[in-house]
Antibody, heavy 121, light 102 residues
């Protein structure tokens, strides 16, 4: 059974940093592109960024709203995906989901349960 | 930047057909997919590559994509289908549509 479990969310002050983790199981993690998607309270879904797989040199891609502040990395030996968030702003407050990309395309067949990040003083 | 537009809400009677649209410039030239999200839950993929259903998704869910509009159709809508639905193309999501089954 495919499982994605996020952790690391919490309350952080504006300008602060936080690192989210996503532990994957039930599939060959190294084969897949993995993405982060967020959802502000009461709002819609927003794509944050992605990590391509080893075959594609682990390259990353980011939404304009987080580029330069967020960094996605992965450790295939630990079946884990990470999101390092720096210079956090109040508008980064959201539930952050990790999601598995199917066929390397921009659609996601499995999602984690999400972890809430609150940026507030 | 690319935008996808969905109606904020759609209402349907049980057993009837619900159609939810997603509009974007030349959307038909891209693949569209659809997610269902119920309150307090993570999104679930219901349609990908315009009209394919993942395993476990009921046959009453179907999709199409042509021109500037992608459409999610739910035939014989059931109370359990009441949820928010999001379209996606490339890395862009639509704003979401709340489906109410009256």
């Amino acid at each position: 059974e495919v499982q994605l479990v996020e952790s690391g969310g919490g309350l952080v002050q504006p300008g602060g940093s936080l690192r989210l983790s996503c532990a994957a199981s039930g599939f060959t993690f190294s084969d897949h592109y993995m993405d982060w998607v967020r959802q502000a309270p009461g709002r819609g879904l927003e794509w944050v960024g992605r990590s391509r797989n080893k075959a594609n040199s682990y390259t990353t891609e980011y939404a304009a709203s987080v580029k330069g502040r967020f960094t996605i990395s992965r450790d295939d030996s630990k079946n884990s995906l990470y999101l390092q968030m720096n210079s956090l702003k109040s508008e980064d407050t959201a539930v952050y989901y990790c999601a598995r990309s199917l066929y390397g395309d921009y659609f996601f067949d499995y999602w984690g349960q999400g972890t809430l990040v609150t940026v507030s003083s | 930047s690319y935008e996808l537009t969905q109606p904020p809400s759609v209402s349907v009677s049980p057993g009837q057909t619900a159609s939810i649209t997603c509009s974007g410039d030349k959307l038909g030239d891209k693949y569209a997919c659809w997610y269902q999200q119920k309150p307090g839950q993570s999104p679930v993929l219901v349609i990908y590559q315009d009209n394919k259903r993942p395993s476990g998704i009921p046959e009453r869910f179907s999709g199409s994509n042509s021109g500037n509009t992608a459409t999610l159709t739910i035939s014989g809508t059931q109370a359990m289908d009441e949820a928010d639905y999001y379209c996606q193309a490339w890395s862009v999501f639509g704003g979401g549509t709340k489906l109410t089954v009256l």
